[in-house]
T-cell receptor, first 113, second 115 residues
Framework: DAGVIQSPRHEVTEMGQEVTLRCKPI?????LFWYRQTMMRGLELLIY????????DSGMPEDRFSAKMPNASFSTLKIQPSEPRDSAVYFC???????????FGQGTRLTVV | AQSVTQLGSHVSVSEGALVLLRCNYS??????LFWYVQYPNQGLQLLLK??????LVKGINGFEAEFKKSETSFHLTKPSAHMSDAAEYFC?????????????FGGGTRLMVKP
């Protein structure tokens, strides 16, 4: 398996624009996680899915953030409208089940100017 | 609620010296514990994990960690540091409450290795 695949690797956008980050988890993994990493706040769990169903989205900072998982092989994290304070590295991760470790993608570095 | 504390956001050692990165956790139930490493501009990679089997866990690249329930600790060690070990290290815990899989990370420790 190629691992967790995220796209794009880098995104630069203007404030107010919509941003969509994409993730393909490892095949067969039941859990998918979205994390945000910043210098100030470290690694924050935004939301996670189990079998395509959102389980906990309490980490989503605002209504501007939304995440979907339409099928087992694809998830999106959308920010609309984007703001400069959303600039961070966003990671997607997946795990086989609740007892196993999470595998991380390479991340998407988002810069909102 | 579970939490993880990593003492020391930056640790500097000389090449060949012992590496000790500290991690303490809090959890209401027996936890699963993990150490991840992050190299610059990369995602997190699993170093090792504790899942209630042996308390001394060996991982990749010569790292190991010991689960000590009485101290609620899971410190990461390596006998001899190598320049390639310079990276950021994250301790994480999940206590598997309910149907969830809440993996909570510590703040990270950046390891610097001096020649």
């Amino acid at each position: 398996d190629a691992g967790v695949i995220q796209s794009p690797r880098h995104e630069v956008t203007e404030m107010g624009q919509e941003v969509t980050l994409r993730c393909k988890p490892i095949s067969g993994h039941d859990y998918l996680f979205w994390y945000r990493q910043t210098m100030m706040r470290g690694l924050e769990l935004l939301i996670y899915f189990n079998n395509n169903v959102p389980i906990d989205d309490s980490g989503m900072p605002e209504d501007r953030f939304s995440a979907k998982m339409p099928n087992a092989s694809f998830s999106t994290l959308k920010i609309q409208p984007s703001e400069p304070r959303d600039s961070a590295v966003y990671f997607c991760a997946s795990s086989y089940n609740r007892n196993t470790e999470a595998f991380f993608g390479q991340g998407t570095r988002l810069t909102v100017v | 609620a579970q939490s993880v504390t990593q003492l020391g956001s930056h640790v500097s050692v000389s090449e060949g010296a012992l590496v000790l990165l500290r991690c303490n956790y809090s959890s209401s139930v027996p936890p699963y514990l993990f150490w991840y490493v992050q190299y610059p501009n990369q995602g997190l990679q699993l170093l090792l994990k504790y899942t209630s089997a042996a308390t001394l866990v060996k991982g990749i690249n010569g790292f190991e960690a010991e689960f000590k329930k009485s101290e609620t600790s899971f410190h990461l060690t390596k006998p001899s540091a190598h320049m390639s070990d310079a990276a950021e290290y994250f301790c994480a815990v999940t206590d598997l409450i309910g149907a969830g899989n809440m993996l909570t990370f510590g703040g990270g420790t950046r390891l610097m290795v001096k020649p």
